[in-house]
């Protein structure tokens, strides 16, 4: 993929995911490998929607050095070149506030994935790192020690959620399946819920999510 693919491709991305509601505001980013050595992410509180080519920053894989682009780049470059370093059957990583998968990251737990089509896509379960401030290299690590060849989706504790995979496409699409299985995850506590096993972080969820309209109160 040339330089220039590479940073159009990011930015259609970042629009379908602030369509549908995955970045809330300027949060979220998205990184893609241009050949072995760089790869393109999207600047530092970028308006998505009025991002051009040249604001998508490129930079070498090694070192973090910048090599096109004169915004700075997201604050979560570290954790997206963790990703493709580790992961190089990766071309992208994308970081979403996605709402639902988000709501789950509050529970600081892995997620099994049940649905044999969401497997394929996530793998048999979605890991929850440790919890750890947006934008510091303290995030990037606690990801890097989560990574596993076989996962491609990681819930980052209080905060959000990074996907893995081959193609841009492909990774929108895991964040999708995500979102889905922690949504039946919701539905499902919500059926079987008994004050003894709703701890006090998943009452308050399941509460927001009601009130949000995002799930159907529990009869
Ligand atoms: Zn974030």
Redesign the pocket.
């Known amino acids: 993929m040339t330089m220039d693919q590479a940073r159009r491709r990011v930015i259609a991305t970042c629009i379908e995911l602030a369509d549908k509601g995955y970045l809330a505001g300027t949060?979220?980013n998205v990184a893609c490998r241009i050949d072995d050595k760089h790869f393109a992410i999207t600047p530092s509180a970028s308006d998505y929607y009025s991002m051009l080519p040249d604001d998508v920053c490129v930079l070498r894989l090694d070192d973090l050095v910048r090599v096109a682009g004169d915004r700075r780049p997201s604050v979560?470059h570290k954790l997206h070149a963790n990703v493709l370093r580790a992961r190089g059957d990766c071309q992208a990583s994308i970081?979403t506030?996605q709402p639902i998968a988000s709501a789950y990251a509050l529970l600081g737990q892995d997620l099994e994935i049940l649905l044999p089509a969401h497997r394929s896509m996530l793998g048999r379960k979605a890991i929850c790192t440790g919890y750890a401030p947006?934008g510091t290299g303290w995030l990037a690590s606690k990801l890097r020690k989560s990574l596993r060849p076989e996962i491609n989706a990681y819930f980052l504790r209080n905060?959000?959620v990074v996907c893995c995979g081959p193609t841009l496409g492909d990774t929108v699409a895991r964040a999708e399946a995500l979102e889905i299985a922690c949504s039946d995850f919701f539905r499902t506590a919500i059926t079987n819920r008994t004050d003894s096993d709703c701890d006090e972080y998943l009452s308050e969820v399941l509460t927001l999510l009601v009130e949000k309209e995002e799930l159907e109160p529990a009869p």
């Open positions: 949060g979220g979560e970081h506030h947006s905060h959000g």
